[in-house]
């Protein structure tokens, strides 16, 4: 395994536990700028300093450390860290990244399939230029799925391609009213992280609002901005946004109550559930069982062809 000495890492997650026997120790999920890494800090005395020093987004500077194997996961338990200096270490080195995420011309080209005018004039308020520059190189969460520089356009291009093919599945869907949804319903996720942070944190609006209530108002703004604007259709646009996540408990203000709204949510859970399983198998060994996903879920990395 890797020499961890003199390597920073971002942290995801800190938090201070006790063993069963009360003595403190630190639980912590860092970012080596490519893997996730599950690490402990068994020293009370530093794991108590630590947790009152540290928080998600912060880089630590591991002095020593020693890799083990804990329920099956490898783990890092660290004897030596200490918060790292910023010239210490390369933010742009430590954020997630992808290979091959679309771009902002694949967005425009998205927004430009869409026929009706009055719903193409929308996308092009609410996704301006400056906007559009954002989106292409936002994550599209802290660690879920698409948790990288430019997954919140790749994401969003997945949704719109699932909600297309729907549309040619069922032809009585409303297609294009499909596809905006589709590019508009997680915009509010521009606002709800931050994508200047390392871990991406979430934001003040992101944790008092969240990225559903963003983006809603900031389409039911712009709609209205419109003149001549289909109320109904208005109406179902934002019921689109805010039903997506499906049900309640999962965040939605209202669950889906038409076949547009079902559609969005089934393409939105798809993508995200297909990512997380792709991120997970990407660093395993043909043939063996990932590492298990910041849901706790593992998978069997199959054998691909070339």
Avoid at 183 to 200: M, N, P, Q, R
Wanted: with cysteine.
């Amino acid at each position: 395994m890797e020499d961890v000495r003199g390597r920073a890492y971002a942290v995801r997650e800190i938090a201070l536990a006790r063993t069963r026997t009360g003595a403190a120790y630190l639980r912590l999920v860092l970012w080596d700028g490519t893997n996730r890494v599950e690490a402990r800090v068994w020293e009370a005395a530093v794991a108590e300093q630590l947790a009152g020093q540290v928080k998600p987004g912060d880089v630590l500077m591991v002095g020593e450390g020693r890799w083990t194997e804990y329920s099956g996961e490898k783990q890092l338990n660290v004897a030596v860290i200490r918060l790292a200096k910023p010239e210490e270490y390369d933010p742009s080195a430590l954020r997630p990244k992808k290979e091959g995420v679309p771009t902002a011309e694949d967005l425009v080209r998205a927004m430009g399939s869409v026929q009706r005018a009055h719903l193409r004039e929308l996308l092009e308020r609410v996704v301006d230029a400056a906007t559009l520059q954002e989106f292409a190189g936002a994550p599209a969460a802290k660690g879920y799925h698409h948790s990288y520089e430019g997954g919140l356009a790749e994401h969003t291009l997945e949704v719109v391609g699932f909600c297309e093919a729907a549309a040619k599945l069922y032809p009585a869907l409303d297609r294009d009213l499909l596809v905006t949804a589709a590019i508009l319903h997680d915009v509010g996720k521009l606002w709800e992280y931050d994508a200047d942070s390392i871990t991406f944190e979430r934001t003040d609006p992101g944790k008092l609002l969240g990225h559903i209530v963003l983006g809603w108002e900031l389409t039911r703004r712009a709609r209205h901005e419109i003149p001549r604007f289909p109320e109904g259709e208005g109406l179902h646009l934002e019921h689109l946004i805010l039903s997506h996540h499906g049900q309640k408990d999962w965040g939605s203000p209202v669950e889906p109550h038409t076949p547009e709204a079902v559609v969005l949510h089934q393409a939105d859970l798809a993508s995200a559930r297909v990512n997380q399983a792709l991120q997970a198998v990407a660093s395993a060994v043909p043939e063996s069982w990932s590492q298990k996903d910041p849901s706790g879920r593992c998978f069997w990395a199959a054998v691909r062809k070339s």
